[in-house]
C-alpha cells in the first residue's frame, strides 16, 4: 500500500495530539505541588480513628511554614488536649503535659511510628516538602477512580532516606490531587494505601478536604484525616516554632 504525503502529515498530527494530552511524570509532580504545598499555613483537623477497640476521635491545630517547620497542638478529647509536637528540619519533639510534664525527642526510624495509635506516622503528619524534591516519575497509564478520569504515575524515591520509597498514584487529569496512593518500602513491601473521600476549593487550588489512611502494618479499617479549616495567609509568631511554645 503506498503511503502519501498527506497520510503521514496526519498520522503525526495524530501523534502530536495524543503526546500533548499526556504531560511529562514532572509535570504533574508540579501540578500536584503546586496544589498541595503551601509557604504556610494554619488548619484545624481531626482524626477519625477506626482501631481494633473501636472508633475515637483526636482534634487538633496545626500551623506549617515551608518545609522545615510545623506545630501541632491537640485539643480533643480532654485525654489529649495539651499535647502538643514541634518539627524543626529532621528534628521532632512531643510535649505530654501530665503525668510527666515531659518533652521526648522523637527521631530516626520512630518518626515512622503511628500518631495516637492512627495510620499516620509523624511524618505523615508534617511533611510538607515538594514531591518534586523527593521523587522521578513515571506516567505509567490511565484510569478512572471514582468517576474521575486519573493518570497511573509511579514517583521513585531520589534519596535513599525519603520515608516511602516508591509510590504509585492515581491523579485526578482535572483537579491535580492524588485521588489514591499505594506507598512502598525499598524492597517493594506496601506500607500504606490512602484514598481521597472528598474535596475542596483554596482559592484557585484544589485540596484535599478527607482522606483515608490504611497503615498496611496494622490491623483496623483505617484513619480519616479531616480538615475542619485551612488559612493560607495566617500570620504565625516566630515563637511558635521554638521549644519554648512546647510548654506555653
Not at 517547620?69 to 510535649?95: C, H, I, S
Not at 489514591?180 to 490512602?194: F, H, S, W
Not at 483554596?202 to 480538615?227: A, C, H, M, S
Request: include cysteine; charged fraction near 30%.
Amino acid at each position: 500500500m503506498r503511503i502519501t504525503i498527506f497520510t503521514l502529515i496526519f498520522i503525526l498530527l495524530i501523534s502530536i495530539t495524543i503526546f500533548a494530552q499526556t504531560p511529562s511524570g514532572t509535570e504533574i509532580l508540579k501540578l500536584l505541588d503546586k496544589n498541595l504545598v503551601f509557604d504556610k499555613a494554619e488548619t484545624i483537623t481531626t482524626m477519625i480513628i477506626h482501631g481494633r477497640s473501636g472508633t475515637r476521635s483526636v482534634k487538633s491545630i496545626n500551623w506549617i511554614e515551608g518545609k522545615d517547620k510545623a506545630f501541632v497542638e491537640y485539643t480533643d478529647p480532654a485525654r489529649e488536649k495539651g499535647k502538643k509536637m514541634l518539627k524543626l528540619g529532621d528534628q521532632l519533639w512531643n510535649y505530654v503535659p501530665e503525668p510527666t510534664d515531659r518533652i521526648i525527642t522523637i527521631s530516626g526510624h520512630l518518626l515512622r511510628q503511628s500518631v495516637m495509635g492512627s495510620d499516620l506516622s509523624y511524618e505523615d503528619i508534617t511533611e510538607n516538602r515538594k514531591l518534586f524534591d523527593m521523587y522521578n516519575a513515571k506516567v505509567t497509564g490511565s484510569e478512572r477512580i471514582n468517576g474521575r478520569d486519573c493518570f497511573i504515575v509511579l514517583l521513585t524515591a531520589k534519596q535513599d532516606d525519603i520515608n516511602y520509597y516508591s509510590r504509585k498514584v492515581w491523579v485526578d487529569k482535572e483537579r491535580w490531587l492524588p485521588l489514591k496512593e499505594e506507598r512502598y518500602a525499598k524492597g517493594g513491601k506496601p506500607l500504606k494505601r490512602t484514598e481521597i473521600l472528598e474535596v475542596f476549593r483554596v482559592e484557585n487550588r484544589w485540596y484535599p478536604k478527607r482522606v483515608l489512611y490504611r497503615d498496611l502494618l496494622q490491623i483496623g479499617e483505617g484513619t480519616e484525616y479531616i480538615i475542619e479549616s485551612l488559612n493560607t495567609h495566617v500570620n504565625i509568631p516566630e515563637l511558635q516554632f521554638t521549644k519554648a511554645a512546647l510548654k506555653k
